[in-house]
């Protein structure tokens, strides 16, 4: 009889311990939470939270700097929370699979659309937002259209990431294009950069080969050739018909210009491949060599751009993107968002919404590894401004410049991740077509188009 006993004893053993396992397994994952509140709700700010930041852009203490001021910023506002961070997170699809990501999440504009819509994995703030009394007119419109997906406000950008260039100021005197203390108003238009390039053409004595053009600029970079596609009011994304309309013929007048400013050797494309007489002309220009404005990918590369202007004695500046008749200058946004399955929400919304307070923008980027505030009423203060040597006198407020002209730099800003793919391959391989005499560009574009709409109606289907 023992052993029979033995075997029931494992037996109801093994089941208690799988009862134990899901339950904790239950306990661990919490519930999808949609961020819808019942009227008169009062969120409850206290409890644990965990936040997840990717390690490849928080790597040492001078990167994690800024997000670690900002926390203790709100551990200060909020004692009743306590808040543990882990800047060595790789792989966003397992933790998120099995819902081990934190409360609150690190990620950039070009990610929500992918995490909010497909995984499902971020909770909708606007309920939020208004329980918290936030101010969002505050923050820059352009700003708050790149934290939303399907009419709902997923995450907070705390980034102004506008793309601006850095300039060689001597060329341009020299030129007579600029006087001596004259600077690139932030207000300069592609039709004047046209003109700038043209004088500021220099070629070797063989009448050939560049020396110096007007511009480089990677086009093969989504910042780089955004502004084209929607320079003439392009309107090439249907979030709700679910089509890319990249071949109307609005979208090809911006296409157009760049492959002129190619052609008219006034733009080095950086990330094309060259062939013929183009390759032969800007042999030896790269967008750090031989060019008078040089694309700023980000605020936070600008001291490595920087550097070669002051290390050879340089005048030098920043503009923001040249103006198209229409909106059109690229912008991002880095951010925070709250886990839909997290088990404290009020407190994780309003870690996420601090980031648009005053008090939260002046923790973030006002020391080491800040970035460009994102409130209007802090672009003029000068308190995230690089105050090293070389840097006297250098125009920061093209950073915050024309916002009311910003549009999504980044493709997956716009569209699923799916479909942004093969505009970011078709793009570059495009104007590759075209700098090589391989195929029509047009033909090309409509390629893409065809593509990108023959896929989305597959992703929505039935």
């Known amino acids: 009889m023992k052993k029979p006993i033995s075997i029931v004893v494992k037996v109801i053993l093994a089941a208690i311990a799988t009862v134990m396992l899901f339950a904790a397994t239950a306990c661990n994952t919490g519930v999808y939470q949609d961020g819808e509140l019942p009227e008169g709700y ?15 852009v928080f790597p040492n203490p001078s990167a994690q700097k800024s997000v670690n001021s900002w926390i203790n910023y709100f551990r200060g506002a909020h004692p009743n929370v306590s ?9 966003y699809a397992a933790l998120i699979s099995s819902k081990t990501i934190g409360d609150v999440y690190w990620l950039s504009d070009a990610d929500v659309y992918n995490y909010a819509v497909t995984q499902e994995a971020l909770m909708p703030l606007d309920s939020y937002i208004e329980a918290y009394g936030i101010d969002t007119a505050e923050l820059y419109g352009g700003i708050m259209a790149l934290c939303e997906a399907e009419g ?45 390039a043209e004088a500021l053409k220099e070629y070797d004595e063989d009448g050939v080969t560049l020396k110096q053009v007007g511009m480089g600029l990677a086009l093969n970079w989504p910042n780089g050739y955004s502004p084209f596609i929607y320079a003439y009011g392009g309107d090439w994304a ?19 210009e760049a492959i002129s400013a190619i052609e008219n050797r006034w733009l080095y494309p950086e990330g094309i491949t060259l062939g013929g007489e183009l390759a032969s002309s800007y042999g030896s220009v790269s967008t750090r060599n031989g060019c008078v404005f040089a694309y700023n990918q980000a ?30 200058s690229p912008c991002g946004t880095l951010g925070f968002g709250v886990f839909s399955y997290t088990k404290n929400k009020d407190a994780a919304a309003a870690l996420v ?28 203060q000068d308190f995230w401004h690089l105050t090293k040597e070389g840097y006297e006198n250098i125009n920061f407020s093209a950073f915050t410049a024309n916002y009311e002209k910003y549009v999504p730099g980044q493709v997956n800003a716009s569209v699923p991740p799916e479909i942004a793919s093969i505009i970011e391959k078709g793009i570059p391989a495009m104007f590759n077509a075209y700098c090589t005499n391989d195929a029509s560009w047009t033909d090309k574009l409509q390629e893409m188009e065809t593509q990108c709409n023959e ?7 039935d």
């Open 42 to 56: 009062e969120p409850e700010i206290a409890g644990k939270l965990k936040v997840t930041c990717r390690a490849d």
């Open 83 to 91: 808040v543990e961070v882990n800047f060595g997170a790789s792989d």
């Open 152 to 196: 709902k406000y997923y995450f907070a950008g705390y980034s102004c990431g506008n793309v601006v260039f850095t300039y060689n100021v001597d060329a341009m005197v020299e030129e007579g294009l600029l006087a001596e203390g004259e600077r690139v108003a932030n207000d300069w238009t592609w039709e004047q950069f046209k003109t700038y």
């Open 238 to 256: 249907d979030k709700v018909n679910k089509k890319v309309t990249l071949s109307n013929e609005k979208v090809e007048q911006g296409i157009q």
């Open 299 to 328: 605020y936070t590369v600008l001291t490595s751009n920087a550097d070669p202007y002051i290390t050879r004695g340089v005048t030098w500046d920043v503009a923001p993107f040249p103006l198209f008749p229409e909106k059109a």
């Open 353 to 380: 919404l601090s980031l648009w307070s005053e008090e939260g923008q002046i923790a973030l980027h006002a020391q080491e590894g800040g970035d460009v505030p994102v409130l209007k009423k802090l672009g003029d």
């Open 455 to 461: 896929l989305w109606s597959t992703l929505y289907s």
